[in-house]
């Protein structure tokens, strides 16, 4: 384990976009620093698509987003961070660029074709197997066929300061070189000016200019045509020429196409199914230190002090791009991944990483915080209502075949192709056999992927091919042949390894995405037996996590990796945290919850429209008002609008009644007139709502409060994300980032601190009265954050000590470093309370503590705590008292 102050001791994540820059962030460092929090968790701020709410749709990773600020911004930022003790962690999305004319690298790739300097940045197969597409980049951004553009005048052939370039609704694509020659051949009575700058542009295009150089040259030519009667006129006779169009479209290094046909046929790889968002070679090295220059120069100059790695699990060679990213920065630098781990999957230790950002652990505090038993029985409850949806592993292989059928079914064509390309079967081998293999194998794999690197392949990553294989095997017998030809690959006689290797890496690529597409983006919005479960690294079924196997893994957790985020809400997580503790909560209340549904179905069943919702669907809405009803029972303002575009986006991403490509919109708005018939005044829904959300809140209020507190204490660095410091009832993006009211949090700090120096008492009735309100929460988070920036060692150093047990109402652990201790304190979700029970605590340990929420001492009694202490604050956090 490192022991470098470069680890942070928690991070809060900023989500910048135009409504939040680097500006708005300078307003709120104060609060930052009061709250306890040490370090920035930056959403990406490089150049971005105009307009992108997130960032992650980069076009230039070499200047900064001049939407959310400037560079000179971010170094004042920087030195206002220094002063306060706090550092700065950059998201960084090295698997994928937009494919959009901002983005100049591509721009010039599509223009000036292998000359330019970018040409093999970016994972194009030139070579494509279907003639139409060789040696041009498929642009799939037509709502309708070429043909039917052209001939409808979509596509207009324009010039401004960088060029000719054609346009198709409100993007412009620049004019390749290699069209120059039509142009000459067409027009040779052009206007003289038009004939000279046609022919220039003909011979210098061909040249490997620098690119500022042919910028340049293009500026100083087009902005003295511009505006000119002779440009004018010739773009006018090229847009009355549809022959000509065509013609001129046919010599791009590009060509467009209507969206959907990327279904069928695609020559680039894509971040998932987005066709907007075209992905980098980063395992050619040259791409590698192009790409990283400007964050390096960040780095070097101290402006940020750490990275986080977006996607991961698209690059070719994680474990490659991660040393050199390692190399270049330097062991100092704090350097975490996005990576969704299997429950008993590790990070690969090789790899130098410091860590995840957290899913793992968010999965297992969720887990931990829910009751098994009242799970199991609403479990129960569900797969009775629909047994079509019992058998969930069966389901997340239909879905994910779904996908790969629909959404992925060019690349996975493209990968068979590759497979007789590389000579790895042979020519008279069956086709479609081998193709429905292939895919079986894909759709069977138990993790997102693996990361052969060299041969021959380790023997886990064998274990899990082998998996994979063998329940293909038993899913489909009549492909056992494709599949021990697949098995020969990694036997000591296969030939090939180089190929094979290749392949394999290829094929990892998508893997991840599949499994991606088809459960979080699929199974999670029609599996719908607990929503909390549902979440990016968690799963509702399988994936367990009990009190000793929390204790476990934590102490795993310190021993490998400590530098991991303590995540329990994220930008991509599906639902707030509260949200999903709310959630949990009925687990605690089955009986009373299977109950209120019922009742809900009867009494709201004349509002469906058609079968519109299905109840399955309906039953998703019910847990949803659940998880996102306003705190102040009240439906008004925003809510049910909110709720309304949720329920949209999850309808379609269900795929089961709508979907993105085709939305069924009498079903959607069937769907969002059944939400606004149950909030309509005097109907007896909300009458019922009420008292039952007055249950859930009385719980949800404390065990939220239990998970914050494992966050903040745990093995791991905690994060906050956004707002989160007081209840986060949000659901998934966009939703879950909308502006946060920093000025409310503001005062309520200020007014919390201030009261807690003039009168504690007074303070804990305040934080008592207002707990439907988050100043619990609030007031939680800062103690506890600021506990752990002046203990820093204990949290990052300090071993983990389980305390708790199986049965015990409670999570307890102790955090001990060299003559520094302290215990933790938190209620599961159990029946009953805490009089006259006890934790028996390690002779070791101290007899007398401080609780520093309470300030209240704490004494053993004959080696055991009393769990009394949690009447006085729903959640403890001793220090020990020395002497």
Known sequence: ????????????????????????????????QQLGITTIYASPIFDAVPGSQHGYDGIAPYRINPAIGTLDDLRRISASLRQRGMTWIQDIVPNHMALHPGNEWLMDVLERGPVSPWYHFFDIDWEYHDP???????????????????????ITFTAGENGFQFNTGSLAFPLSVTAYDVLLDTFEDAAPEIRGGLLSLQQNGRLALPPDEWRRQKQTLFNGLLQTPALTAFLENVNNHEALLNLLLEQQYYLFTHWQETAQRINYRRFFTINGLITLRMEDKQVFDTWHSFAHELYRENLIQGLRIDHIDGLMEPGTYVRRLRELFGDACYIIAEKILGEEESLPAGWGLDGTTGYEFLSDVNHLLTNKWGDEKISRFYRAQFPELAR??????????MILQTQLSAEWDHLVYLLY???????????????????????????????????????????????????????????TDEFALFRSWWKEEAGKPAVI???????????????????????????NALLSHNEVGDSPAGHKCTPLTFHERSIKRQQQFPGSLNATATHDTKRGEDARIRLNVLTLLPDLWIQQVQQWYAMNSAFREENAPTKNDEYFIYQSIIAGYPERNDPENNFIPRLSAYLIKALRESKEHSDWSQPDEGYENSCINFIHRLFSPGHGFMESLHPFMEKINQHAQVYSLSQLLVKITSPGIPDIYQGCELWDFSFVDPDNRQPVNYPDRINMLSFMLQLE??????????????????????????????????????????????????????????????????????PLLSPGNFEQRWLPLDNNLPQQWRDIFTGETVTTENGKLPLAVLDRFPVALLEKISG
């Not at 969930?392 to 075949?401: E, F, I, S, W």
């Not at 293999?437 to 392949?457: D, F, K, N, Q, T």
């Open 757 to 826: 120096k003039d009168d504690p008492a007074a303070l804990m009735k305040l934080l008592n009265d207002n707990r439907r309100f988050a100043w619990e929460k609030l007031f939680t988070c800062t103690r506890a954050l600021q506990f752990r920036k002046t203990h820093a060692a204990l949290f990052q150093q300090g071993a983990y000590l389980p305390l708790s047990g199986e049965q015990d109402p409670v999570i307890a652990y102790a955090r001990q470093h060299e003559h520094d201790t302290c215990l933790v304190i938190a």
């Open 132 to 154: 139409q597409l060789h040696g041009r980049l498929m642009v799939p951004f037509l709502d309708r066929p070429l043909p039917q553009a052209i001939s409808e005048k979509q």
């Open 421 to 479: 390309h590389y000579r790895l079967v042979h020519k008279s081998t069956d086709r479609q056999k081998l193709k429905a293999a292939l895919g079986l194998w894909m759709v069977c794999m138990p993790v997102y992927r693996i990361y052969p690197e060299s041969w021959p392949l380790p023997d886990n990553d064998i274990i899990i091919l082998e998996e994979a294989i063998t329940a293909a095997v038993k899913r489909t017998p009549a492909l």
């Open 1 to 32: 384990m490192k022991t470098d102050t470069n680890y942070p001791l928690s991070t809060y994540r900023i989500q910048f976009n135009d409504a939040f820059t680097f500006a708005h962030l300078e307003e709120i460092l104060d609060y930052l």
């Open 392 to 401: 969930y592993p069966q389901l997340v292989q239909n879905k994910k075949t």
């Open 501 to 527: 290797l290749k392949f394999l890496k290829r094929l990892m690529q998508f893997t991840g995405p599949l499994t991606a597409k088809g459960v979080e983006d699929t199974v999670f919005y029609v599996y």
